[in-house]
């Protein structure tokens, strides 16, 4: 049983549209960290997310973790081809355990 | 650029060669990882080396042998893999101790492994 549950898995569209990536649990995690990994490279940390409620934004990038600390989500706006890649949650249950991966979004932006 | 540097970038290695992965961060992080990396799949844990101590062992099958020569390094011994051993080999490192949840990690470019 997967964790960390990422939808959707594949991704598709247009430069200039909108997207919104979720990543769901049954479980309560005391923070949720977002990479994004490009081809040919290792995942980069774009947030960590500690506080249920939390929304962080990043540029055209705005991060949510739920109220309940069960959920989070990633919302691109106005995409750019260089937002392709995979993104990947991460979460731990406690402070002292190891980060869990959800099975990743991979996000195509066409031109 | 990242500041975890792998060596090196790609590696193709029959079923009975013997090779090492290099791994060097200057960071001054405490622990260092290695994970398996398939194809638009999530990073794998392998090992966890925390203070230089293997702290973590996945059930990783012995022909892959992690070491830990100081707290800037991390190498990983491959003998006698197998073709689905085939994959990217990230290795990454994060500072140790607590707070509100595990360190960030600070990941590689990774080693692209082919086993012929």
């Known amino acids: 049983t997967q964790l960390l549950e990422q939808s959707p898995q594949f991704l598709s569209i247009q430069e200039g549209e909108n997207l919104t990536v979720y990543c769901n649990s049954s479980?309560?995690?005391?923070?949720l960290q977002w990479y994004r990994q490009e081809p040919g490279e290792g995942p980069v940390l774009l947030v960590t997310?500690?506080?249920?409620?939390e929304v962080k934004k990043l540029k055209r990038l705005t991060f949510q973790f739920g109220d309940a600390r069960k959920d989070s989500s990633l919302h691109i706006t106005a995409a750019q081809t260089g937002d392709t890649g995979l993104y990947l949650c991460?979460?731990?249950?406690?402070?002292?355990?190891?980060?869990?991966f959800g099975e990743g979004t991979q996000l195509t932006v066409n031109p | 650029d990242t500041e975890v540097t792998q060596t090196p970038k790609h590696l193709v290695m029959g079923m009975t060669n013997k090779k090492s992965l290099k791994c060097e961060q200057h960071?001054?992080?405490?622990?260092m990882y290695w994970y398996k990396q398939k194809a638009k799949k999530p990073p794998e844990l392998m090992f966890v080396?925390?203070?230089?101590?293997?702290?973590i062992n996945e059930s990783v099958p012995s022909r892959f042998s992690p070491e830990c020569p100081n707290s800037s390094l991390l190498n990983l011994h491959l003998h006698a893999l197998q073709p689905e051993d085939s994959a990217l080999y990230l290795c990454?490192?994060?500072?140790?101790?607590?707070?509100?949840?595990?360190?960030?990690?600070?990941f590689g470019n990774g080693t692209r492994l082919t086993v012929t």
């Open positions: 991460a979460g731990a249950v406690t402070s002292g355990s190891r980060l869990t």
């Open positions: 990454a490192s994060s500072q140790t101790g607590g707070g509100t949840g595990p360190s960030p990690l600070h």
């Open positions: 080396y925390s203070y230089e101590k293997l702290s």
């Open positions: 479980s309560v995690f005391s923070s």
């Open positions: 997310v500690v506080t249920g409620g």
């Open positions: 960071m001054g992080h405490r622990a």
